[in-house]
């Protein structure tokens, strides 16, 4: 009676399980929540499936193992860790990554088998452990036909344990054209000039770029939606605002003027950060490009080349100034540090 009332429990755990195994999360704080239940049910799952290991080999059901008890134990021991462990990365994964569009063929199918691997390997362990606990029942497996599921389904939770890696990544992979028809949909679904940006942020893509920068010419008031996410002075948005001006013509500069001074002191503090820490990205340094900003501030702004002078000044006293020792990447620190130093100095010389 007892055996049976795990394995129900077994069986039920596995049940509740079955919504995160066929569908991951999306990001979004009640469905996070739900997949913390769901990785505590995962964790009820592998204690009582342990559980139903220790019942299963008590009533002799692992005795085709070996005669010998210490291999036997052994053998139980990889089985049943071999399929959780199957199972317990089949899990993750489906959790944490989207499937791709990149493999083909054999690769994926195997892909796709992990990717659901919640779904059946569980059945390979419960199906089996159902006939051993119950050989009356009309459909009770034959011992020797019970072991096939339980090896296959270790050999291929060994497989996909050592090299979780390797499976996220040819899961995960998409096509260029994938990710581009991925990104369109975001951009139609875009309800803010914001979310335009950011989505134009990914340098690897001109084609994805052309067509945001396609849509945001045609935003109704436009001057007045780039003033209001530069006036916000987010340094990690409002670059975008300077990449889009390399490409674009501004109808009213004198608008943005102070705008601009506001967003150089941003980046002044920002790159003081960078330069008195010792890693790298402190502060922003890779993603704020001064170089573009003076590349726009000397297309579109040269008139007011004087209003801005002040804060190059003090972009290039900052810049000049003896970094912090880096603990690493010093040499592409370096790389950064001398590039905008150049710029900066190249706009200053040029805007006297």
Excluded at 9 to 17: E, K, P, Q, T
Excluded at 20 to 43: H, K, M
């Amino acid at each position: 009676m007892i055996n049976n009332l795990i394995l129900g429990l077994a069986v039920l755990a596995y049940i509740l399980l079955l919504p995160f195994s066929l569908n991951r999360a999306g990001g979004t704080g009640d469905q996070n929540v739900g997949y913390l239940i769901g990785f505590y049910i995962l964790i009820a799952f592998v204690v009582l499936s342990l559980i139903l290991t220790l019942i299963v080999a008590a009533n002799g059901g692992f005795n085709w193992i070996s005669h010998s008890t210490l291999w036997r134990n052994i053998g139980i021991g990889v089985l049943w860790l071999g399929m959780i462990a199957g199972i317990v990365t089949c899990s993750m994964i489906k959790a944490d990554i989207s499937f791709g569009d990149k493999s083909t063929g054999l690769e994926r199918i195997f892909a796709l088998l992990v990717y659901n691997g919640g779904v059946w390997l569980p059945l390979l362990m419960l199906i089996p452990y159902s006939s051993y606990l119950n050989p009356d029942w009309r459909f009770a497996l034959d011992p020797n036909v019970a072991k096939i599921p339980l090896l296959l389904g270790c050999a291929f939770g060994i497989i996909s344990s050592v090299m979780p890696i390797k499976l996220r990544t040819m899961i995960g992979a998409n096509s260029e054209e994938y990710k581009y028809n991925q990104s369109m949909t975001k951009i139609n679904e875009a309800r803010s000039l914001t979310q335009l940006l950011n989505i134009a942020s990914d340098k690897n893509d001109e084609r994805l770029r052309d067509t945001v920068y396609t849509k945001i010419v045609e935003y109704k008031n436009l001057e007045d939606e780039l003033l209001m996410v530069l006036e916000e002075n987010n340094p990690y948005v409002f670059i975008s605002v300077y990449e889009f001006w390399e490409k674009y013509s501004i109808e009213h500069p004198a608008r943005f003027i102070d705008a601009i001074n506001l967003n150089l002191t941003m980046i002044d503090s920002k790159y003081k950060v960078t330069m008195g820490t010792p890693w790298e990205r402190e502060g922003g340094f890779e993603s704020i490009d001064i170089g573009t900003i003076c590349r726009v501030l000397s297309e579109h702004f040269k008139e007011s080349s004087d209003q801005f002078r002040p804060n190059m000044l003090m972009l290039q006293q900052t810049l000049e100034s003896t970094p912090a020792k880096r603990e690493s990447n010093n040499e592409q620190f370096m790389v950064y540090l001398n590039k905008y130093r150049l710029e900066v100095k190249s706009w200053l010389d040029t805007n006297r």
